[in-house]
């Protein structure tokens, strides 16, 4: 879509007509309980009639965020979820859109369309207005502009004056109810066989892992906060990456929601922005210089042998692209723009939001997402046709394997290549496919089709997003597991990559013994903790998980003196068996021992070699004082 310039001071604001109830919807998501426009008159309310897989509906999700955090008080934003996919329809597939997007607004399950039908949506996204008397001034479909929304509602909100209605709705963020987990929605995965190292792209956390194969994170690129800045590791900020090409010791990123190329070296271990303004670009980009031209939501990069060129999935604009780092340009690659499944030329096909690339050394093979489609570009074409595989409309997708012609896929986001095989990240289906080129038929590889994690004789995915190939191993990024799967190609077994991020990772800060966001506080009243004295920690698990065989805990101690000195051990890995956790305290150089504080970080998986891991911080306080002797204290993992 194009962006409209035009200024709206004469904007018509008189509601037209009473604005139909939220009703029919199938659960509500972020709220206590559901929300009624009668329950909520003297608010101006913004409905976003939206589904998650649809890359116009994430562009509005950072102008209605800014709309909520200007108007506060009198401005609420409700998402109507009504799906396009099947796999869409279901409340916690949404719940996992709300958690990898970052909502915090109430969003109802409109899975049957009665809320869409009631107000006349047909098009995703569209968003209407509401008055504070409950009747809809006007619908805006396509990406909404800020400065219509802001002058609408800052309008409304100066018409109703004092019947402005500012009291909180009560909300219940799904995100206060989520574990913390090693890895958040990562997207893409990449292997490099000549350092053996993975790198993932660890979306929700908004940073690069990089680690060996066997699992232990060597490093970490960005420091976990959404923004946009360049520098060391520690301090780089991307937002949501996903796809990566590795050339040489530079490791190019697709910060996606920044609309920009990113470069790491991994020598200096610095981020640099190589490619994007930051600014969204819309319909008829052109190309140019790499960092005076606007990018849209690059979602996966490619590069072809040692060639110079980073083939890059411009999902925002239904294109791919390319970037020259030799000369630092950027320019359209394949596709016209236009959203559709059409063949022809490259220049002048039609693509529809593709999300993932793989290449044979000569073509390109790319997920189409919205049109559920395998296609590739044919390189070695007089005119590099565009050629489709699997697919054949926008609406057209479902699950059966057999011959190109009649296979469907659904929403596929990852392509890997091999011997032949392309294989595919069939996403909403919850399954790895392989492609068979020559034979042209494709068969499921893994999964049930159903989201899950599994077993070992019968693994499950929850809508995988990233696949790459080294050896007779398939990676897998799988995305709403938040895990890195991997899958012999020659066994077809399917195991779960256990990351090691201890010396990564930072348990507290020890000059103010400050703790993570969304850590626990336990009490162990009555336990006395002299110098000299042994603690044995017991972690209670619920049923199915364990402590992390890979990751030891981490433990930082604080003990504070009658006389208001502390001292602060360095963190430190202590000793465990089983699920016991046992240390010593020295506090000796404290006079007159007053309270020790234990700050704890474990890490704990699912039973089994299919499950995902997490990620836990607790605080331990107990006064100390009294004889040298044993102390037991409990924390308990999700009870």
């Not at 139909?20 to 998501?29: A, D, F, I, Q, V």
């Not at 990113?262 to 980009?285: M, S």
């Not at 020259?324 to 529809?352: H, K, M, Y």
Request: charged share 20%.
């Amino acid at each position: 879509m194009s962006k409209s310039d035009s200024h709206r001071d004469n904007l018509d604001l008189s509601g037209k007509l009473p604005a139909p109830e939220l009703t029919g919807g199938h659960g509500w998501l972020n709220v206590a309980k559901p929300l009624t426009l009668k329950e909520l008159r003297g608010k101006v309310v913004i409905l976003d009639f939206w589904t998650f897989c649809c890359i116009n509906c994430m562009h509005g999700l950072p102008t209605l965020h800014k709309l909520e955090k200007k108007y506060p008080d009198a401005l609420v934003v409700i998402g109507v979820h009504s799906a396009k996919f099947t796999n869409e329809r279901v409340t916690d597939n949404i719940r996992d859109a709300i958690l990898s997007y970052g909502i915090e607004h109430p969003v109802v399950n409109d899975s049957d369309f009665a809320i869409w039908n009631s107000y006349g949506v047909n098009t995703w996204p569209t968003v209407a207005l509401i008055d504070p008397e409950g009747k809809v001034v006007f619908a805006a479909s396509g990406e909404p502009e800020f400065d219509l929304f802001d002058t609408a509602v800052a309008g409304l909100i100066k018409k109703f004056n004092g019947d402005i209605n500012k009291a909180p709705i009560p909300l219940a963020l799904e995100k206060d109810k989520a574990p913390v987990t090693l890895l958040s929605f990562p997207g893409k995965v990449l292997a490099d066989e000549k350092s053996r190292r993975l790198f993932i792209a660890d979306t929700g956390h908004n940073r690069i892992v990089i680690a060996n194969l066997d699992g232990k994170v060597q490093a970490i690129a960005g420091s976990g906060e959404q923004g946009r800045s360049d520098g060391a590791f520690a301090d780089a900020k991307f937002d949501s990456p996903q796809g990566m090409a590795l050339v040489g010791d530079i490791l190019y990123i697709a910060d996606t929601n920044n609309h920009a190329l990113r470069a790491i070296d991994l020598k200096k271990q610095t981020v640099t922005t190589v490619a994007g303004t930051g600014e969204q670009a819309f319909f008829g980009a052109s190309s140019g210089p790499a960092l005076k031209t606007a990018l849209s939501s690059p979602w996966d990069l490619l590069r072809i042998d040692d060639k110079p060129d980073i083939y890059i999935a411009m999902a925002g604009l239904h294109q791919i692209w390319v970037y020259n780092p030799d000369n630092a340009t950027v320019a359209p690659f394949a596709g016209n723009g236009s959203e559709n499944i059409v063949d022809g030329p490259r220049l002048r096909s039609s693509l529809a939001q593709t999300s993932g690339l793989t290449t044979d050394g000569t073509n390109i093979y790319f997920a189409d997402s919205e049109v559920s489609a395998l296609r590739m570009v044919d390189m070695a074409s007089p005119r590099q046709e565009v050629r489709t595989l699997i697919g054949t409309g926008l609406f057209d997708f479902g699950d059966k394997d057999g011959d190109f012609a009649g296979a469907l896929l659904q929403h596929p986001l990852g392509v890997a290549y091999k011997d032949g095989i392309v294989y595919v990240a069939d996403t909403y289906n919850h399954k790895i496919k392989a492609a068979d080129l020559m034979a042209k038929t494709i068969s499921t590889l893994a999964g049930t089709g159903k989201p899950g994690v599994g077993t070992a004789d019968a693994p499950q995915f929850n809508s995988p997003g990233g696949l790459c190939v080294l050896g007779d191993k398939l990676y897998v990024a799988d995305t709403n597991n938040h895990a890195i799967r991997v899958i012999d190609l020659k066994t077809k077994a399917v195991s779960t990559l256990q990351l090691d991020m201890s010396s990564t990772e930072t348990a507290t800060t020890v000059e103010q013994f400050d703790l993570p966001p969304g850590a626990k506080v336990v009490d162990s009243a009555g336990a006395n903790l002299p110098a000299g004295s042994v603690v044995e920690l017991t972690v209670a698990f619920k049923p199915g998980y364990h402590l992390n065989d890979s990751a030891k805990p981490i433990v930082q101690l604080r003990v504070t003196g009658e006389d208001g000195e502390t001292w602060v051990s360095r963190k430190f890995t202590p000793e465990t068996s089983g699920d016991t956790v046992t240390f010593t305290i020295d506090a000796g150089t404290v006079k007159k021992p007053k309270q020790i504080d234990v700050a704890l970080t474990i890490y704990y998986c699912a039973t089994g070699d299919q499950g995902a891991c997490f990620i836990e911080f607790a605080h331990l306080s107990a006064p100390a004082g009294g004889e040298a002797g044993q102390v037991k204290l409990t924390h308990r993992i999700g009870q």
